[in-house]
């Protein structure tokens, strides 16, 4: 029952986001995204480092489940320094910007995780949704961050608390 609470409301969330917020650009066409908001974009106080490309598609991204670099649509294997290897494997990446409103919204899916460490293993997935403003000057992104996850009976999600916070992106590059 939990599950279905936190995925009605997420779902909630993301037809508001796509049937409310007016016309978007989004990465699923070969429209451009301006170039004000393409480029890395780093969060303070945050693993969160995302990099974006001017045709409107997630490039990389640093996520902070294992403060690791994955690309959409790819596995990545990552040495641990126990020796022992973690793999993430993710979907989709999407992008969506509202001119009017400077509104920036970036999806990150990890669809299948396997993180091990000494004897400890963590099995899941994960979607994390960042939206919010980007200032007038391009060089700042306010976003709240939305994150929801299935690592197992170990570690549940609270189903009232898939709202991670507001985090505050730093355009680092062009």
């Known amino acids: 029952m939990k599950k279905l609470i936190v995925w009605v409301g ?14 978007l650009v989004k990465s699923s066409g070969s429209k451009v ?5 393409t480029g890395t974009w780093k ?3 945050s693993p969160w480092k995302i990099e974006l490309s001017p045709n ?11 403060i690791v670099e994955v690309k959409p649509n790819k596995t990545t294997k990552v040495e641990m320094k126990d020796g022992q290897f973690s793999t993430y494997k993710t979907g989709d ?25 000494l004897h400890n293993v963590i099995d899941g ?9 980007v200032s007038e000057d391009g060089k700042t992104w306010k976003a709240d961050w939305i994150n929801v996850f299935d690592y197992g009976p170990r570690f549940p999600q609270d ?4 709202l991670a916070g507001q985090l505050l992106f730093e355009k680092v590059e062009d």
């Not at 409107?56 to 294992?66: C, T, Y």
Request: with cysteine; charged share 15%; aromatic share 10%.
């Open 10 to 23: 997420y779902a909630a969330f993301l037809l508001c986001i796509t049937g409310c917020l007016g016309p």
């Open 33 to 37: 995204i301006p170039p004000e908001i």
């Open 43 to 45: 969060a303070y106080d």
């Open 56 to 66: 409107g598609k997630v490039v990389s991204a640093v996520i902070p489940m294992g």
């Open 93 to 117: 990446f999407d992008v969506q910007y509202t001119a009017d409103t400077r509104e920036l919204f970036v999806s990150i899916e990890v669809k299948d995780m396997h993180i091990v460490f």
């Open 125 to 133: 997935n994960s979607i994390d949704n960042l939206v919010g403003p």
């Open 159 to 162: 189903p009232n608390s898939i």
